[in-house]
């Protein structure tokens, strides 16, 4: 079985499937339990890692910069795989789907740091978000504002 998939896709082609399948298998066995947001640094760690270690186990059979642009190419497809699952887990299956606020706070907590930006503060954030979209508003991946009125 492995002799033929070698045979059809070639060498390079099983080790593009193999960082396919391992980003999705990342994205199912640990990041559905965590968020990368706040794993921002052993994420660029690990990359350089496994980047660094695929060049040096291609540059025994290719020229360093073969070897590099090989290794970068598959660190791509597993990065391209791995996001693209978290995307459309957070969009469409995550347990928090259900309730209404902005569509990037779906996907990262990185959108606050834009309004941040943009407005000098967080402050009111909440009150708008809340007029915008009604008393429950997922405001993160994992978070959300609700707000009640008492009389």
């Not at 390079?12 to 199912?28: D, E, K, M, P």
């Not at 459309?88 to 996907?107: D, E, S, T």
Request: include cysteine; charge should be positive; hydrophobic fraction near 50%.
């Amino acid at each position: 079985m492995v002799f033929l998939l070698v045979r059809m896709l070639g060498t390079f082609g099983v080790l593009a499937v193999a960082s396919a399948i391992a980003g999705y298998a990342t994205h199912r066995v640990f990041w559905v339990r965590h968020e990368f947001d706040e794993q921002v640094a052993r994420i660029i760690f690990g990359v350089n890692l496994t980047l660094f270690n695929l060049t040096y186990f291609f540059s025994r059979e290719y020229s360093l910069i073969y070897a590099f642009c090989l290794a970068a190419v598959l660190v791509a497809i597993y990065g391209f795989v791995l996001f693209g699952t978290i995307s459309i887990y957070r969009l469409y299956k995550h347990p928090l789907k259900h309730f209404r606020g902005p569509f990037w706070a779906r996907l990262s907590a990185w959108w606050k740091v834009k309004h941040i930006a943009k407005a000098g503060t967080h402050y009111g954030l909440a009150n708008q978000l809340h007029e915008q979209y009604g008393e429950t508003v997922r405001t993160g991946t994992l978070d959300s504002a609700v707000t009640m009125a008492f009389d």
